[in-house]
């Protein structure tokens, strides 16, 4: 019994452990953008992903963040802007402008390699985080609806790598 309750509370204490090595910590004044993602990106190991074009990196937020997920970063950073957060697979965030995330959109393209160039029939192709999917023609054609024009698609075929 004794042994029991040691190991019950020894796998709790390496989960806890575990999960606040998720959490993050931050103090932000009156910091640029840029600076606040390059910041978040050395805490916590997220990346962004976002176009110079479409986001305005001179925005200067505070805010302050005590021992809490990236879910709660971003929630900061979007009351504070006219941004979207996308949390995506691989520690990865998509930025975009508010609104743009919301517009659907169809991508068409064409699978092939270097010993293909003619294209790869039977590719899966997926949006990423999701189960929505197609397999390419036999010409390495596809035709995906997509929930918005930021959607990341990941690419799988016997022999090759997931890209």
Same mark, same amino acid.
């Given at each position: ?7 019950? &509370?020894?796998?709790?204490? *390496?989960? &806890? ?7 993050i910590s931050l103090k932000i004044e009156n910091m ?14 997220? #990346? ?12 200067? *937020?505070?805010?302050? =963040? !005590?021992?809490? +997920?990236? !879910? ?5 950073? !979007?009351? $504070?802007?006219?941004?979207?957060? #996308? ?12 609104? !743009?995330?919301? $517009?659907?959109?169809? =991508? ?13 029939? +039977?590719?899966? *192709?997926?949006?990423? +985080?999701?189960? #929505?999917?197609? *397999? ?9 609806? =997509? ?11 016997? +022999?090759?790598?997931?890209?």
């Amino acid at each position: 019994m004794k042994l029991k309750l040691l190991i019950l &509370t020894a796998c709790l204490l *390496v989960a &806890t452990n575990l999960f606040a090595q998720n959490n993050i910590s931050l103090k932000i004044e009156n910091m640029a953008l840029v600076d606040v993602f390059k910041t978040i990106q050395e805490e916590s190991g997220y #990346r962004f992903f976002y176009s110079d074009d479409l986001v305005d990196l001179n925005k200067s *937020v505070s805010f302050e =963040v !005590e021992n809490v +997920g990236i !879910e709660s970063v971003v929630t900061n950073l !979007e009351s $504070q802007t006219d941004l979207t957060f #996308r949390l995506m697979d691989d520690k990865l965030i998509v930025v975009v402008p508010s609104g !743009e995330m919301q $517009q659907a959109a169809v =991508v068409r393209g064409k699978v092939t390699s270097d010993n293909e160039p003619q294209g790869l029939p +039977g590719v899966t *192709v997926v949006v990423k +985080g999701t189960t #929505r999917g197609i *397999v390419t023609d036999m010409d390495g054609n596809f035709q995906l609806e =997509v929930p918005d024009k930021y959607a990341v698609l990941s690419f799988s075929f016997i +022999g090759f790598q997931n890209q």
